[in-house]
């Protein structure tokens, strides 16, 4: 079993990576609440253990942003919130169970292990043809026939968006926000210098490019015939 854990309580996260890591878990552990996102959809985990508070983006908000964009392995939250509200809050956004602080380390366990029992049905690959490529949303895979285009975390998301709209004009706030974050400080020349990167790695070899510019509103993706 891989494990992510997030919890910001530098002695309790390094007691409870110890014990899980001497039951035959592998654990990656973050202190910052930042980092669960791209950790989580980037890294094959079989559970994201999360911490309520975290410094960066709490582990409720994190949560709910994985579900919102179709991740499906098991979370289980941790906190010191223990009223009814709070744990319908932390189900609601997502998580599939609740562990109250201070707990006991067998508890956790016995969690972990019947989550994992649930989390090794078979998943139904996602995917998405455009065109000669092929985009496997869940092996975080694009491949143009039979070669895999070598892709960063943020490209893949950018093309990731466009394709899940394929034949839509994408607006570039949409793009900031989903792919950043609207209080990021990426500006549009960011964007259109992925773009540029992109359209590189997707190169077609007769000038033509299945990322088209909508000028002054966004961009779309469309299937090169």
């Not at 694009?142 to 394929?166: T, Y």
Request: glycine content about 6%; overall charge negative; some cysteine.
């Amino acid at each position: 079993m891989r494990v992510l854990l997030a919890e910001d309580d530098k002695r309790l996260g390094k007691l409870t990576k110890y014990m899980l890591e001497q039951n035959d878990i592998q654990v990656e552990w973050v202190t910052n609440g930042s980092d669960i996102y791209e950790y989580a959809m980037y890294t094959d985990y079989d559970i994201l253990v999360l911490d309520w508070m975290m410094p960066g983006e709490t582990g409720v908000d994190a949560c709910s942003r994985l579900r919102r964009e179709g991740y499906e392995k098991a979370i289980l939250m941790l906190t010191a919130r223990d009223s009814v509200e709070d744990r319908v809050t932390g189900l609601d956004a997502g998580a599939d169970d609740y562990l109250v602080k201070p707990f006991e380390f067998a508890e956790l366990l016995a969690r972990l292990r019947a989550l994992g029992r649930r989390s090794t049905q078979k998943i139904q690959q996602d995917v998405v043809e455009v065109g000669d490529f092929t985009l496997n949303r869940t092996a975080k895979v694009l491949k143009k026939k039979d070669d895999v285009i070598q892709l960063s975390p943020r490209e893949f998301q950018i093309f990731d968006l466009l394709a899940q709209n394929i034949g839509i004009v994408v607006p570039r706030d949409i793009i900031l926000d989903r792919i950043w974050g609207l209080e990021s400080d990426v500006s549009s020349n960011n964007i259109d210098s992925y773009m540029k990167i992109l359209r590189k790695k997707l190169d077609l070899g007769d000038g033509d490019t299945i990322i088209k510019t909508v000028r002054g509103v966004g961009y779309k993706l469309e299937a090169h015939k």
